[in-house]
């Protein structure tokens, strides 16, 4: 189950980088993207690198993020191969991953349906046509899709919406990261959750912090209140 977030138009456009890595994909035999080792997207092994769910020393007790991960070594191979590389054939098993420690976070619950709500950081709409799709919006379906087959209803919500202007934030530190986000992280109205309803913000890696307290902010300002962020890995 998803949510309202396959209305979106960009997430169906595919960038040329993007769709020349999924032409390649169909030609050559896949290779785990950690190790190279033959015969799947990421082997058993390379996935174990991402553990129990841990808080991230960038991020204070009061809006605590977790990771799965150091963002070193083949965990950071795997999140880098799947968004800047274009290996897709990385979401599913990256999105189970992820929901395997929805369940675990300290604060998160589902809704009183018993539905769990995700929330994907949007990335640059620039970034997002390159890549054929935001890859976090990906992550969160693949996400939602792992917890309904173990019996955990999800859904996606595309609450926010960043604009164009913002830079790369590659580089930055955290303020200058705040001062880039600030007043370009938006509410996407119609991808936005049902009001009151609990949920989880994703992103597949968190640096300074800066960009999840953005989106902190610009949730509650709608009214949602995020109760954890999770990613894969913590820089
Ligand atoms: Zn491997």
């Not at 082997?43 to 808080?55: H, K, N, T």
């Not at 020393?57 to 191979?77: F, I, N, Q």
């Amino acid at each position: 189950m998803s949510g309202p977030g396959g209305m979106l138009p960009y997430v169906t456009k595919q960038g040329t980088a993007a769709r020349a890595a999924a032409l390649l994909d169909l030609v050559l035999p896949e290779h785990c993207a950690g190790c190279d080792a033959p015969g799947r997207a990421c082997c058993r092994s390379c996935l174990a690198v991402f553990g129990e769910p841990r808080q991230a020393s960038a991020t204070g007790p009061a809006e605590p993020t977790y990771a799965l991960a150091r963002h070193a070594d083949v965990a950071r191979t795997l999140v880098v191969a799947h968004k800047e590389r274009g290996r897709r054939g990385l979401t599913r098993p990256l999105g189970r991953a992820l929901a395997a420690a929805v369940p675990q976070l300290p604060a998160a619950r589902p809704d009183a349906e018993g539905t769990w709500w995700l929330v994907p950081v949007p990335s640059r709409p620039s970034a997002a046509r390159a890549r054929g799709g935001s890859h976090v919006l990906a992550l969160a379906r693949a996400c939602a899709a792992a917890l309904s087959e173990t019996g955990r209803p999800a859904a996606v919500a595309p609450a926010l919406r960043l604009d164009a202007g913002a830079r790369d934030a590659v580089g930055l530190d955290r303020a200058q990261r705040s001062a880039n986000l600030a007043g370009r992280l938006r509410i996407a109205p119609a991808g936005a959750p049902p009001p009151g309803v609990p949920v989880v913000l994703l992103d597949d890696v968190v640096t300074t912090g800066a960009t999840l307290a953005a989106a902190r902010g610009a949730l509650r300002n709608a009214g949602v209140e995020p109760l954890s962020a999770l990613t894969l890995t913590a820089a």
